[in-house]
Structures are given as structure tokens and as C-alpha cells.
């Protein structure tokens, strides 16, 4: 009987140890086989990664990224993708899937920004490449079980793999070790909580193609290029590792995008929408304007005149909930007021406008009643300058640019904000004399942003650039 309850332990012992060893061999050959031959190219890129476009229709986006080559070049550093395209390229039409997916990311390498393009491509494919470059097989650099390989000259040249049907491009060899490195360990970007919630967004529309962006990184990276305060059009103090993920479509001379931003901004919280901007007030010349839903709901706008710049506030008032003289010191009488061209401006009470002051902290001194709106100047030539205007007012409706950035911009959203770039002079509070901007400083004539009420964490956004 001892010798029976023996054998049977000995065997439970062996059982075990064996199903445990089928168990990690399992474990083993699906996270080294299986799991990398089957893994997404987002897996592949580096969780460093500020930007990455995931390209699901190849066609389109390779004609207009070209189109737009100066702009795209100089906002995402897109000056290796036609090298990247042009591999593909090369293969037979036989062989190329012009609708496989391709996924580009930009990283940070020793303060410069670099692209890594990786695609889908067999084997096959890739050997045919190969031999297409005339490159030896054997000429190669061993990485980690894997060959790189270098095509290009001393203008640029780049690094490139093949490994687990998936093919792998950059510029900088450092980063390609990097995405061969990713792509073999098991956590990637899709482990983090905030790029997974944005992306299970993307997932859901697979036909499009789309910005996924670290959005604080990514300004962070090209602030020095934009002038404060208007280097942020969203505001965190979670630092980076906040993400937006936008369906992105080009023409000729625009960048279109529409999708979602993860931010905790107070502001749009509200189940409110900003009503259309009551053109009737806002002259043509308007360089900068902005809506806010609220109670009141305000508008801001900016005009040029020459080198200066004046700025506005206004909101609707009537005689009950808000009235016009709620915002004029006490004891405030018509005696007390400037007239100018038989309009009464008054002196305002800053401590009672604290409402209208917008991201820039302008402050906004005197008041005058308009068309059923209270409406701000922030200096007493501010509003003059706006009376004279009145007398041969042609409003922002006239303004094409407005109309531009109105058709490409959600009609109900909590929060918009415009910028027609109408002269050098407007230009140059915005962008950096020797920033890395150029063409686009010099070309640029509309960027419009827009967003709607937050929900789980995400609030629906629009962005809108024209050239």
C-alpha cells in the first residue's frame, strides 16, 4: 500500500512539473513567436514616441503630405517620408499592398526629432526589396538576432529591418534598435491607461487615417517657435502622457482634424453650447477671436491697427440678469463718461470684469452699450478706435478667412477660438523671427480650434489650419 501511494506522489510530482513546463514553454513560444508575428505596428514603437500617425489609407495621405511637404515637414518633421515611401515603392505593383497600414512616429534623439516608418511586409517582399537596392544580404548589421541594413547617401541615409512581418525605417540607427528592442518586450504603448483609452478610439475606425499626439510634449517641442502666450491652446498641469487622437484629412492648402483630447479643463465641463459669433459687432479687420458658452456667453476678439493691437470683450446684457452698469464702478453717472463721435464710453470696474479676462490676462478698462451688448475695451483708444469703426463697419462676415474657418469648424461647441493671419505684422506676434517655422509663418492664414462638453475624461475637438 506504501509503495502504491509512493509511485502515485512520484507521478503527481512528474505531472505536474511537466504541465508546468508545457505551460511557460507556451508562455514562452507565444511571446517570442506567436504574439510577435501577430503584434500591431503600434506595438512596435518606442513609448517615447510624442506623435505617431497610423496611416489605415495610404493612397490619399501620400499624395497630400507631399502636397503640403513645407508645412508638414517643419510641424511634423516629415522630411524622411518620401525616402520611406519611396522603399516601398520599389517593389513590383504585384507585390505592394497599397492599402496595408503604415505607422510613423516621431521620437526625440539627441535633441532632434527623428521618424521611425514601419509597415507591414513579408518575407518575401522584403528579400525582393533587397535585390531591387542591390544590397548583399550578408551586408548588414547585427543586432539582437536581427540584420539592419543601410541604404542612401551622405545627404540622408537610412537604417532599416525586417523582422516578424514587419518592415522598419529611420534615419537614426539608434532609434530603429530601439523599435527592434520594442517589439520583443511584452509591455508597450498600449499599456498605458491614458494612450490606450484614446486609442481604442482610433481602433474603432480603422478606415481613417490619424494624429495621435502627446499633445503637452508636442507643443513643448515646438514652443520656442510661437510666441507666448500663444504657444498652448490647452491647458494641463498634468505635464506630458495626455494624448488626442484626430482623423486627419489634407487638401491642397488645408489640414484638416477632428477627434478627441483627454484634458480636465473646468471649462468644458459645461452642457452648454457657444451660440454663432454675432457678427454685427465684430469688424472685418478682426485678427484673433474667441467664443465661450457661460452664463453670460462671452466673445473675444482682437484687432490691428498699424503695430498696435487693441482688445475686446462683449456678452449679451438685458435689464434684468445682467445689466450693463453691473460692471461700472459705483455711484457711475453719464456726467462721469468720455464722449466720443456722440457715443458715452465709460470707465469699467476691473475688480467687477474679472469674467472676461481670458488666458492672456488682459484686462479690460472701459465699457460702452451696443446693439444689446456690454462691450470692453481694454484702453480708452481701444474704443474709440472701435466707434470710428462703427461708422463704416463691415463685419467679420465680410472677412473670407472667417468664413474659411466657420465651414470647417463644428456650428455648437463649449469653446472656439480663430486667428486670421491678415498681415506680416499679426505674423510676428505669433511666431519666432528665427524659429524652425518658415514656411509656415510665411503662409499660414487661418488656425481655428474648437471643443466640446467632456465626456469620460475626452472632450470631441476640431482643428483647422489653412495656408
Not at 475688480?351 to 444689446?372: D, P
Request: hydrophobic content about 40%; some cysteine; glycine content about 4%.
Amino acid at each position: 500500500m506504501k509503495k502504491t501511494t509512493s509511485n502515485s506522489s512520484k507521478w503527481l510530482v512528474i505531472v505536474t512539473v511537466a504541465a508546468v513546463l508545457c505551460v511557460a514553454a507556451g508562455i514562452f513560444f507565444y511571446y517570442n513567436f506567436f504574439r510577435q508575428d501577430n503584434a500591431k505596428l503600434i506595438e512596435t514603437v518606442p513609448d517615447d514616441a510624442f506623435f505617431i500617425f497610423e496611416v489605415n489609407d495610404a493612397a490619399p495621405f501620400v499624395k497630400n503630405v507631399t502636397k503640403l511637404s513645407p508645412y508638414m515637414n517643419e510641424l511634423f518633421f516629415m522630411g524622411s517620408f518620401a525616402g520611406f515611401q519611396s522603399f516601398l515603392d520599389k517593389l513590383p505593383v504585384s507585390n505592394t499592398n497599397k492599402d496595408a497600414e503604415i505607422v510613423v512616429s516621431g521620437h526625440i534623439v539627441q535633441d532632434k526629432t527623428v521618424l521611425l516608418h514601419s509597415a507591414v511586409m513579408t518575407y518575401w517582399n522584403f528579400d525582393k526589396l533587397l535585390k531591387v537596392l542591390q544590397i548583399d544580404s550578408r551586408n548588414c548589421i547585427e543586432y539582437d538576432n536581427n540584420k539592419i541594413y543601410q541604404f542612401g547617401t551622405h545627404y540622408r541615409k537610412y537604417y532599416f529591418a525586417w523582422h516578424h512581418n514587419i518592415f522598419s525605417a529611420s534615419e537614426s540607427l539608434d532609434l530603429l534598435k530601439r523599435a527592434l528592442k520594442q517589439h520583443k518586450h511584452v509591455k508597450n504603448l498600449l499599456f498605458d491607461d491614458n494612450f490606450s483609452k484614446i486609442f481604442k478610439i482610433v481602433e474603432k475606425n480603422e478606415k481613417q487615417n490619424w494624429l495621435i499626439v502627446d499633445y503637452e510634449a508636442y507643443l513643448n517641442n515646438i514652443k520656442a517657435d510661437l510666441k507666448a502666450p500663444y504657444n498652448y491652446f490647452v491647458e494641463t498641469e498634468s505635464g506630458h502622457g495626455r494624448w488626442a487622437a484626430y482623423q486627419v484629412r489634407f487638401t491642397e492648402n488645408e489640414i484638416k482634424m477632428a477627434g478627441y483630447i483627454q484634458t480636465d479643463s473646468k471649462l468644458l465641463e459645461k452642457e452648454l453650447y457657444a451660440e454663432k459669433f454675432p457678427s454685427d459687432i465684430i469688424p472685418q479687420n478682426t485678427f484673433a477671436c474667441a467664443v465661450c458658452a457661460g452664463a453670460p456667453q462671452i466673445y473675444r476678439f482682437s484687432l490691428s491697427r498699424d503695430t498696435v493691437v487693441y482688445n475686446y470683450a462683449a456678452f449679451p446684457i438685458d435689464s434684468v440678469s445682467c445689466r450693463f452698469e453691473d460692471f461700472l464702478p459705483d455711484g457711475t453717472t453719464e456726467d462721469s463718461c468720455v464722449k466720443f463721435k456722440n457715443r458715452s464710453v465709460f470707465k469699467a470696474d476691473i475688480g467687477k470684469t474679472k469674467l472676461l479676462q481670458n488666458r492672456y490676462n488682459t484686462e479690460f478698462t472701459v465699457a460702452l452699450e451696443h446693439g444689446g451688448y456690454a462691450l470692453f475695451g481694454d484702453t480708452l483708444p481701444a474704443l474709440q478706435y472701435y466707434i470710428t469703426k462703427l461708422n463704416q463697419m463691415q463685419t467679420v462676415e465680410d472677412n473670407t478667412l472667417y468664413r474659411f474657418a466657420n465651414q470647417n469648424l463644428p456650428s455648437q461647441c463649449v469653446y472656439k477660438e480663430l486667428y486670421f493671419f491678415n498681415n506680416d505684422f499679426v505674423k510676428s506676434r505669433f511666431f519666432a523671427e528665427d524659429g524652425a517655422l518658415p514656411q509656415t509663418s510665411q503662409k499660414i492664414s487661418v488656425f481655428g480650434i474648437s471643443f466640446s462638453t467632456i465626456k469620460d475624461g475626452v472632450s470631441p475637438t476640431n482643428i483647422y489650419l489653412r495656408f
